[in-house]
């Protein structure tokens, strides 16, 4: 089979998003799938070189989310360049640009859309102050999603989120976890040194983007409401964002920022901490909570949205109201006074991440493709 894939975020910008599409085309590769990346124009690290399968379109800075390219793609080279590649299906992951130009790409053609849905955004545009903007905006989302034949879901919890407005056309490509690469044989002493914590202090981490959307400044408050009962833990960051500058002017006690990591840092960075606090309200699905859990942490998140899927209070994770930073601290504070607890929150955590293995994920990915194009396959070989 030959898929095009349209999306705005793809390697190497690092994203939820990028990293989920990223690991689909690696994925359907591994499956025989001939796959053709159409996507904005990033600068890859230390000169690699981009991929022989992603066509770049030419882009700017978001100006509400810089690290994210908007493309303007030429429609007809796009269109010129697919034509080379005789897709059998195009699949859009973005709504905009990008998408927008895979989907007129594909009626050209005369191919067969798939979409797939990653973000919320109706409670994105509450963080960013552009409320106005959401009737008019959900009225182009429910006519794009209209132009596909399917449309992917993150989770259960989103799906029905979509179908209560009116998409009904739905499907589940959920997501999994590597649990040789988040593993907690990656726990590493010589990583929690660098940020003052002796064998018996606690770590708390946070992974993801340091941005308004992720709900950091509740965990921030959480972190200053626990005060002196935080003894020697230490709080640390991990990503980038428009929040950066701004945590680290700060200089909160016990609070460290580390940048973006990937890899060997990363895998490290999960597995030498203690507890894993995610606030974010706006997931669809939350992958890092899940790569939290195969790490070994106990695990703190909102209870809201698609990490709903997969964390049950008290079992693998401890649920905390959206947006309540007293609520946060609280169950931030179990943790610390309870060994125990921790323990098993984080048993729980492992036996859920052990169990959502990626194999089975990607090849219902492509028996939806072989849906919509009303062919069978097993998803191992190409079609």
């Given at each position: 089979m030959?898929?095009?894939?349209?999306?705005?975020?793809?390697?190497?910008?690092?994203?939820?998003?990028?990293?989920?599409?990223?690991?689909?085309?690696?994925?359907?590769?591994?499956?025989?799938?001939?796959?053709?990346?159409?996507?904005?124009?990033?600068?890859?690290?230390?000169?690699?070189?981009?991929?022989?399968?992603?066509?770049?379109?030419?882009?700017?800075?978001?100006f509400l989310y810089p690290d994210v390219q908007w493309a303007f793609p030429r429609q007809r080279e796009v269109v010129e360049d697919l034509r080379r590649f005789g897709p059998d299906v195009v699949h859009v992951a973005t709504e905009f640009s990008m998408g927008l130009a895979g989907y007129k790409a594909a009626r050209t053609l005369g191919v067969p859309l798939v979409a797939s849905a990653h973000t919320d955004y109706e409670k994105y545009v509450s963080r960013?102050?552009?409320?106005?903007?959401?009737?008019?905006?959900?009225?182009?989302?429910?006519?794009?999603?209209g132009k596909a034949e399917r449309v992917l879901c993150p989770s259960r919890v989103y799906e029905q989120h979509l179908r209560s407005r009116g998409v009904k056309h739905t499907g589940l490509w959920t997501r999994g976890i590597d649990c040789e690469s988040f593993n907690p044989k990656?726990?590493?002493?010589?990583?929690?040194?660098?940020?003052?914590?002796?064998?018996?202090?606690?770590?708390?981490?946070?992974v993801g983007r340091m941005a308004p959307e992720k709900d950091l400044e509740s965990l921030l408050e959480a972190w200053s409401i626990l005060g002196p009962r935080r003894g020697n833990a230490q709080l640390v960051l991990v990503g980038q964002g428009p929040m950066t500058k701004e945590i680290a002017e700060r200089k909160i006690p016990g609070v460290h920022l580390t940048g973006l990591l990937s890899g060997q840092d990363l895998r490290a960075a999960y597995a030498s901490a203690d507890i894993f606090a995610f606030p974010s309200t706006t997931e669809t699905f939350g992958n890092v909570a899940i790569e939290a859990m195969a790490s070994g942490l106990a695990t703190v998140v909102a209870g809201v949205g698609g990490m709903l899927d997969f964390c049950e209070d008290g079992k693998n994770s401890l649920l905390v109201r959206p947006q309540d930073s007293g609520h946060l601290a609280e169950q931030l504070g179990r943790l610390f006074d309870d060994p125990a607890l921790r323990r098993r929150i984080a048993e729980g955590g492992l036996e859920t991440a052990q169990g959502r293995r990626w194999d089975a994920i990607w090849d219902g990915v492509v028996r939806e493709y072989d849906n919509v194009l009303g062919t069978e396959s097993s998803g191992l070989v190409a079609a």
């Open positions: 030959r898929i095009a894939l349209f999306s705005e975020v793809y390697w190497p910008m690092v994203s939820g998003v990028g990293v989920t599409l990223r690991n689909l085309t690696e994925a359907l590769h591994a499956r025989g799938h001939q796959v053709r990346v159409y996507t904005a124009t990033y600068q890859a690290p230390d000169g690699t070189p981009v991929p022989a399968e992603v066509h770049q379109s030419p882009s700017v800075p978001l960013y102050g552009v409320e106005w903007a959401w009737k008019m905006g959900w009225t182009y989302l429910k006519w794009f999603y990656h726990r590493s002493q010589e990583w929690r040194d660098l940020f003052g914590a002796g064998p018996d202090d606690l770590v708390v981490t946070y």
